[in-house]
C-alpha cells in the first residue's frame, strides 16, 4: 500500500531535495514526481503557505511529507516536533504516518501517529521521549494540547490533510483551536479534494499570501475511455445483494471497495457475500485497530479481495491493485463520490465505479453528475442469460488453460477407458456441462428490472437545511426527518460541532445531512433523515459524548 503510488513525469532530483531523500525515492521505486508534487514541492522548499487542491491518488501525501522532512536538522534533534499534521481519521494518520517513517528513513525521521482508540499512555511516552512528526486526528490532538503533553515552541509546518473531510466530521472548532495554540511563524499547507466556501474562509484567517495549487484530474484523449468507467443500476432495495453478486460474477474485480452506509449494513452484506463463497472481509468503526490491520493485511496479500466498509472506516485507504470501487448506495454527499471513485483508474490503470441506486435516489444521482460534469449512464443488471453466458466464457478459458499446458495426466486413464464406450466429443461434452454446472447455480433468478421516471433537477440554489445551537421547543420536524434525542444539553457542555462531530463520526451521515439542532439544560434534539434515524441511534449507543455516555434515543414528540 503505497499513498503516493501515481508518480507522473519529470525528476525528483529536479526539485533540490536532499539526496537522502532522493536516495530513498529511488529505492522505492518513484522516479517520477506527479504534477500535485512537481508543483506543491518547490514552493513547499521556499517556506511558503500553500493551498493545494487535488484528488485522492495524486501523490499529495509526498507533496507535503517530502518538503517537512527536508526541514529535519542534522544531528541532535529537539524534543519537540517540527511538523504536525491534522488527518480526519485514525486509518489516514497511520497511514501519512507510515509514508512519512518511509520517505524519512534515511534521515532517522521519528514520525508517530496519534489518535483515538489507541491508549494515550504509549502515545504519552514516545512524546516525552522526543518526536519530529507529529501525524494526528484533530481531536486527539487537542486532547494532548490540554494536556500539555504536544509541545508545539519548536513547530515550524502544520499540515490540514483532507480538510474538507475534516470539517464535514465536526472538527472546524478543533482545527481552530490548534492553529490558534501554534507559533505564529510557521508554515501552514492545507489539503483538499474539494474547496467549499468555508475552507477557503479558513485558508483566508490562518495562511499568510499562500501558493495556491489546483489539479485537475488527467482527461483522456480525444477519442479515448475515461480510465474510471462509471456505470449505475437503478435496483430495489430488496434485491441490491443479489445484484451486487451478479456485477461482480460479471466484472471479476482483482480487489474492490463496497461502500456501505452503517456498521450493520456492512457485517450484513459481508456475510451474505461469504455465503456466496466470495473472499468478503468487513471495515468499520466498531473493530479495533487489530481488527482493521487484520483485514487489511488479508486484502494487501490477495487472501481477500472485497472490503466491505464504511466511508469513515475506509478514509484515506489506498490499495494499489483496486480495480473496482461499489456505492452499494448513492452517497449523500456528491464530494463523497468524488473521495470514492479516487481511488481507482490511477497510473494509466483503468478503473470501474459502480453504483447501486433505489429509484427514489435518481436526484442524489443527479447531483453528482452535476458536481463531477460526467454522466452515469444507467445500465440493467445482467440477467440470468448473461450471467450463464459469462461463467460459461470462463470455463471455455478454463479448459484453454489446461489443454495448453498439458496438465491432463492425472484424468488420462480416466478418458481412455470411458472412450471405449463414448466418443470422444461426447466426453468432452460432459466434462464441460460438470464444470459448467459447478460455476453456474440452477436456483439463479432474473432480478426484476426497476424504472424510473425523470427528476425535476434539483436547485443547487435553494439552501440546505440550517444548523442552529437554539430553536422554540418542540418544533415539528421537517418533512423526511426524525428528531433524534440525546441526554446530554448545555449543563455538560454540549455544543452543536460536539453533535454534529460525534453522528458524523459514528455514522455514514456528514454534517450536511443532520438538520436543525435544539440544545436545552439537559438534553438536545438533532433533526437527522427518517430513514436513517434508527442506524444512528445504534451508532450513538456506542459512543460518547464530552467525556460521557448519554441516552440516545428517538424524540417521543415527533
Known amino acids: 500500500m503505497k499513498p503516493d503510488a501515481d508518480l507522473g513525469a519529470g525528476s525528483f532530483a529536479d526539485l533540490a531535495l536532499r539526496p537522502e531523500l532522493v536516495t530513498v525515492l529511488t529505492g522505492l521505486g518513484y522516479e517520477e514526481p506527479t504534477p500535485i508534487q512537481r508543483e506543491a514541492i518547490p514552493p513547499l522548499l521556499e517556506g511558503r503557505d500553500l493551498v493545494g487542491q487535488a484528488a485522492t491518488g495524486t501523490g499529495?501525501?509526498?507533496?507535503?511529507?517530502?518538503?517537512?522532512?527536508?526541514?529535519?536538522?542534522?544531528?541532535?534533534?529537539?524534543?519537540?516536533?517540527?511538523?504536525?499534521?491534522?488527518?480526519?481519521?485514525?486509518?489516514?494518520?497511520?497511514?501519512?504516518?507510515?509514508?512519512?517513517?518511509?520517505?524519512?528513513?534515511?534521515?532517522?525521521?521519528?514520525?508517530?501517529?496519534?489518535?483515538?482508540?489507541?491508549?494515550?499512555?504509549?502515545?504519552?511516552?514516545?512524546?516525552?521521549?522526543?518526536?519530529?512528526?507529529?501525524?494526528?486526528?484533530?481531536?486527539?490532538?487537542?486532547?494532548?494540547?490540554?494536556?500539555?503533553?504536544?509541545?508545539?515552541?519548536?513547530?515550524?509546518?502544520?499540515?490540514?490533510?483532507?480538510?474538507?473531510?475534516?470539517?464535514?466530521?465536526?472538527?472546524?472548532?478543533?482545527?481552530?483551536?490548534?492553529?490558534?495554540?501554534?507559533?505564529?511563524?510557521?508554515?501552514?499547507?492545507?489539503?483538499?479534494?474539494?474547496?467549499?466556501?468555508?475552507?477557503?474562509?479558513?485558508?483566508?484567517?490562518?495562511?499568510?499570501?499562500?501558493?495556491?495549487?489546483?489539479?485537475?484530474?488527467?482527461?483522456?484523449?480525444?477519442?479515448?475511455?475515461?480510465?474510471v468507467t462509471q456505470t449505475g443500476h437503478?435496483?430495489?432495495?430488496?434485491?441490491?445483494?443479489?445484484?451486487?453478486?451478479?456485477?461482480?460474477?460479471?466484472?471479476?474485480?482483482?480487489?474492490?471497495?463496497?461502500?456501505?452506509?452503517?456498521?450493520?449494513?456492512?457485517?450484513?452484506?459481508?456475510?451474505?457475500?461469504?455465503?456466496?463463497?466470495?473472499?468478503?472481509?468487513?471495515?468499520?468503526?466498531?473493530?479495533?485497530?487489530?481488527?482493521?490491520?487484520?483485514?487489511?493485511?488479508?486484502?494487501?496479500?490477495?487472501?481477500?479481495?472485497?472490503?466491505?466498509?464504511?466511508?469513515?472506516?475506509?478514509?484515506?485507504?489506498?490499495?494499489?491493485?483496486?480495480?473496482?470501487?461499489?456505492?452499494?448506495?448513492?452517497?449523500?454527499?456528491?464530494?463523497?463520490?468524488?473521495?470514492?471513485?479516487?481511488?481507482?483508474?490511477?497510473?494509466?490503470?483503468?478503473?470501474?465505479?459502480?453504483?447501486?441506486?433505489?429509484?427514489?435516489?435518481?436526484?442524489?444521482?443527479?447531483?453528482?453528475?452535476?458536481?463531477?460534469?460526467?454522466?452515469?449512464?444507467?445500465?440493467?443488471?445482467?440477467?440470468?442469460?448473461?450471467?450463464?453466458?459469462?461463467?460459461?466464457?470462463?470455463t471455455r478459458q478454463a479448459l484453454v488453460e489446461v489443454l495448453e499446458s498439458g496438465d491432463v495426466e492425472g484424468v488420462r486413464a480416466m478418458v481412455e477407458e470411458l472412450s471405449a464406450s463414448f466418443s470422444p466429443k461426447q466426453v468432452a461434452l460432459a466434462a464441460t456441462a460438470l464444470a459448467h454446472r459447478a460455476a453456474a447455480p440452477a436456483d439463479e433468478e432474473d432480478i426484476p428490472e426497476v424504472t424510473s421516471k425523470p427528476v425535476r433537477p434539483v436547485r443547487d440554489d435553494l439552501p440546505r437545511t440550517s444548523t442552529k445551537a437554539e430553536r422554540p421547543a418542540r418544533k415539528a420536524s421537517k418533512a423526511g426527518t426524525a428528531k433524534l434525542y440525546i441526554g446530554a444539553g448545555r449543563a455538560t457542555g454540549v455544543r452543536p460541532q460536539d453533535l454534529v462531530g460525534a453522528i458524523a463520526g459514528e455514522s455514514h451521515l456528514t454534517g450536511k445531512d443532520i438538520g436543525g439542532i435544539e440544545i436545552t439544560e439537559r438534553f438536545s434534539l438533532v433533526e437527522v433523515p427518517e430513514t436513517e434515524i434508527d442506524t444512528v441511534i445504534k451508532a450513538l449507543r456506542s459512543s460518547v459524548i464530552k467525556g460521557r455516555k448519554a441516552i440516545i434515543r428517538r424524540d417521543r414528540d415527533s
Open 234 to 394: 437503478l435496483v430495489l432495495r430488496a434485491n441490491k445483494p443479489a445484484a451486487l453478486a451478479r456485477i461482480l460474477d460479471m466484472q471479476q474485480p482483482s480487489a474492490a471497495i463496497v461502500f456501505c452506509r452503517t456498521r450493520e449494513e456492512v457485517d450484513e452484506l459481508t456475510e451474505t457475500l461469504k455465503a456466496r463463497s466470495y473472499r468478503a472481509e468487513p471495515l468499520h468503526g466498531g473493530m479495533s485497530q487489530e481488527q482493521r490491520d487484520r483485514v487489511m493485511n488479508r486484502l494487501r496479500n490477495g487472501t481477500a479481495d472485497l472490503l466491505i466498509a464504511t466511508d469513515v472506516a475506509a478514509r484515506g485507504l489506498d490499495v494499489d491493485h483496486l480495480t473496482h470501487v461499489v456505492n452499494y448506495n448513492v452517497p449523500s454527499a456528491p464530494e463523497s463520490y468524488v473521495h470514492r471513485i479516487g481511488r481507482v483508474g490511477r497510473a494509466g490503470r483503468e478503473g470501474v465505479a459502480i453504483t447501486l441506486a433505489e429509484p427514489r435516489e435518481r436526484r442524489m444521482l443527479e447531483a453528482i453528475e452535476r458536481l463531477t460534469g460526467q454522466k452515469i449512464p444507467l445500465e440493467k443488471v445482467p440477467s440470468r442469460a448473461d450471467l450463464l453466458a459469462s461463467r460459461l466464457a470462463v
Open 60 to 227: 499529495k501525501t509526498a507533496a507535503f511529507a517530502l518538503p517537512l522532512l527536508q526541514r529535519l536538522p542534522e544531528g541532535q534533534r529537539s524534543k519537540h516536533p517540527v511538523a504536525l499534521v491534522l488527518t480526519p481519521t485514525r486509518e489516514l494518520a497511520v497511514q501519512v504516518a507510515e509514508a512519512i517513517t518511509r520517505y524519512g528513513v534515511a534521515l532517522g525521521a521519528r514520525v508517530l501517529a496519534v489518535y483515538g482508540g489507541q491508549p494515550i499512555t504509549a502515545q504519552l511516552r514516545v512524546l516525552q521521549k522526543g518526536v519530529d512528526v507529529v501525524v494526528a486526528t484533530p481531536g486527539r490532538a487537542l486532547d494532548h494540547l490540554n494536556r500539555g503533553s504536544l509541545k508545539l515552541d519548536d513547530l515550524q509546518v502544520v499540515v490540514l490533510d483532507e480538510a474538507d473531510e475534516m470539517f464535514d466530521m465536526g472538527f472546524a472548532d478543533e482545527i481552530e483551536a490548534i492553529l490558534g495554540a501554534v507559533p505564529s511563524q510557521r508554515q501552514t499547507v492545507l489539503f483538499s479534494a474539494t474547496m467549499p466556501p468555508k475552507i477557503d474562509r479558513m485558508s483566508k484567517r490562518h495562511l499568510s499570501n499562500p501558493v495556491r495549487i489546483q489539479i485537475e484530474r488527467e482527461k483522456a484523449p480525444a477519442g479515448e475511455a475515461p480510465r
